[in-house]
Nanobody, 117 residues
Framework: QVQLVESGGGLVQSGGSLRLSCAAS????????MSWYRQAPGKERELVAS????????NYADSVKGRFTISRDNAKNTLYLRINSLKPEDTAMYYC??????????WGQGTQVTVSS
């Protein structure tokens, strides 16, 4: 079955950095674009960044451009999100996402990022 397992979140001070990981299994990881979303308390889930199958093209929400970097290692079936210059407004649960053909949409359980000012 399709599984996405995020890790790497934590409590950091404003200006700090984190690298989130998403370990994927149950589907051919290298064949699918992947995305990171986040959801802050009381807010809707929002798309943060996306990456193509080969990792040769990426897109970012305006609020994170220049600070977040999405990447992937297809040999390790792992998606990453490098977050620099963290701000309190980045506090949220971060999720990885994939839409697998003929199987549907899948989310991980999330990893919490909390930024203190």
């Amino acid at each position: 079955q399709v599984q996405l397992v995020e890790s790497g979140g934590g409590l950091v001070q404003s200006g700090g950095s984190l690298r989130l990981s998403c370990a994927a299994s149950g589907f051919l990881f290298s064949s699918y674009p992947m995305s990171w979303y986040r959801q802050a308390p009381g807010k809707e889930r929002e798309l943060v960044a996306s990456i193509t199958r080969a990792g040769d093209s990426t897109n970012y929400a305006d609020s994170v451009k220049g600070r977040f970097t999405i990447s992937r290692d297809n040999a390790k079936n792992t998606l990453y999100l490098r977050i620099n210059s963290l701000k309190p407004e980045d506090t949220a649960m971060y999720y990885c996402y994939v839409n697998v053909y003929f199987k549907g949409v899948y989310w991980g359980q999330g990893t919490q990022v909390t930024v203190s000012s």
